[in-house]
């Protein structure tokens, strides 16, 4: 089974800064990879699938990239709102595995 | 729009049965565009899925749960359901329904997400 590995599983960072977390594979696969945002308390909310395709209604600071086995989720500029733990998650086979999730927090 | 509503006991003994629903609005899950999953999140800590089942009744399970796993739908009444035995205190966790579109390979996404409901395995 592939393995989904995030990076860093924490960080702290100002309003307005780039902020990049990345998903590495145990094996490469095609680009079925999505990321989620889940918020204390609250259902995850789909951000983007397809690695890089924007969920409607997502706002356009948000953007994913990679391929192989490096996926990236990137904030070009961090909000307030944006304070969350986010997951990605492979789904182009069974099982349906995500990431160990990464936590985002205002400095 | 698509509402999903998760609903069942809160709390289970150990070796007994943990029975949830997912009552699905604004959507037939008897349609075949979209997949009907479950996810769990045990507590502090991240997501697993558990599985999913089509309008057809395939299902499609998580391995490592298959063993005590059934999930089922009733399309008279727009739900699907768990059903996980002989549970333990590992199976304590928030449960989420989800709508999950469909890709060549079987689920894929889950773009929307029912609130939770909280499972606490416990005598």
């Known amino acids: 089974d592939i393995q989904l590995i995030q990076s860093p599983s924490s960080l702290s960072a100002s309003v307005g800064d780039r902020v990049s977390i990345t998903c590495r594979a145990s094996?490469?696969?095609?680009?079925?990879l999505a990321w989620y945002q889940q918020k204390p308390g609250k259902a995850p909310k789909l951000l983007i699938y397809g690695t890089a395709t924007l969920q409607s209604g997502v706002p356009s600071r948000f953007s994913g990239s990679g391929s192989g086995t490096e996926f990236t989720l990137t904030i070009s500029s961090l909000q307030a709102e944006d304070v969350a733990t986010y997951y990605c998650?492979?789904?182009?086979?069974?099982?349906?595995?995500f990431g160990g999730g990464t936590k985002v927090e205002l400095k | 729009q698509v509402q999903l509503q998760e609903s069942g006991p809160g709390l289970v003994k150990p070796s007994q049965t943990l029975s949830l629903t997912c009552s699905v609005s604004?959507?037939?899950?008897?349609?075949?565009?979209?997949?009907w999953s479950w996810i769990r999140q045990r507590p502090g800590k991240g997501l697993e899925s558990i599985g999913s089942i089509f309008y057809n009744g395939s299902t499609y399970d998580n391995p490592s749960l298959k063993s005590r796993l059934t999930i089922s739908m009733d399309t008279s009444e727009n739900q699907f359901s768990l059903t996980l035995r002989s549970v333990t205190a590992a199976d304590t966790a928030v449960y989420y329904c989800a709508r999950v579109r469909g890709t060549i390979f079987g689920p894929g996404v889950s773009d929307i997400w029912g609130p939770g409901t909280l499972v606490t395995v416990s005598s």
């Open positions: 604004g959507a037939s899950i008897s349609r075949g565009t979209f997949y």
């Open positions: 998650q492979k789904y182009n086979s069974a099982p349906w595995t």
């Open positions: 094996r490469a696969f095609n680009d079925y």
